[in-house]
């Protein structure tokens, strides 16, 4: 039996890649920071089978530890402090854990069981104002956020690691994946926790950001799948995962209301305060410049042929599928919401 040690386990991949590990009959040990509150996050519903080891990307010691008690086969270190946003409010405590605690997480490894095989999750926001369209393994990285410039750091690392020590560590290049398990800080969520409200009469709007950007968004079910195959090959390397499509999220707000029979209406002329065009009777999506980034990334679009062509990987959740999966979701869990407690309309900001 297998033993993997995922960081990061409570988080939307991190419970997708724990039932993946546990339906190829994985032994899984999960990292977890200690809190006031035990919170299980997304892997409530399989806590029962999963070793749970408390520690801290930022504790060198406390992972040394995770790694001497798991003695773990593959590492999956999902763990970040992974909202963009947030990373200009906390840019010192972002590059802690997302540049220094993945050098903490191979010294751990180094020290205790070398042979071991790492999975380093990047992203592509590493790549941030795009050199070339669409982006591969070889696209020169420029990102803009402190929270791209210190994933970049965590990239470049674990490639460090693997050529000078021989470590079996690989990056992972993840573009925008997405699911019903995201947390509603991040925008796609955002938009379809609010479409469920709207539809059932508990919000009158919603307010977003830059329309305009686009993104390569796919499901993190597929994207876990890549990860564990990156560990599988006889050779270490670095790869792309992305759909090779791109989506504006304005697109994604439209697909999103259209899944429960909605047409949106943008804000502007005739349209009154309350979040509803009169003469139409349809939503309003308004635009509010405190959601904008400092420095914007416009467009992302990945290319994932070597992932396809070497690791045998494919996207199998189509966009579509990905916004109906995340509405339905949110429309159940909305609707209990109403059956257990009442609640008042509000503009979601």
Known sequence: MKRALITGITGQDGSYLSELLLEKGYEVYGIMRRKSVVDYGNVAHIRDKIHFIYADMTDIVSLINAMRVSQADEVYNLAAQSFVATSWEQPVATAEIDAIGVTNMLEAIRAVKPEAHFYQASTS???????????????????????????????????????????????????????????????????????ARIKLGLQDCVELGNLDSKRDWGHSKDYVRAMWLMLQQEEPDDYVIATNETRTVREFVETAFNRVGIDVQWHGEGVDETGTDAATGKVIVRVNKRFFRPAEVDVLLGNPAKAEAKLGWRREIPFAELVARMVDHDMELVTEEIRTAGTYAVCLK
């Not at 990102?143 to 994933?151: E, L, M, Q, W």
């Not at 750091?153 to 079996?168: A, C, D, L, P, V």
């Open 125 to 195: 926001e590493m790549f941030g104002l795009v050199q070339e369209m669409p982006q591969s393994e070889k696209t020169p990285f420029y990102p803009r956020s402190p929270y791209g410039v210190a994933k970049l750091y965590g990239h470049w690392i674990t490639k460090n690691y693997r050529e000078s020590y021989g470590m079996f560590a690989c990056s992972g290049i993840l573009f925008n994946h997405e699911s019903e398990r995201r947390g509603k800080e991040f925008v796609t969520r955002k938009i379809t926790d609010a479409v």
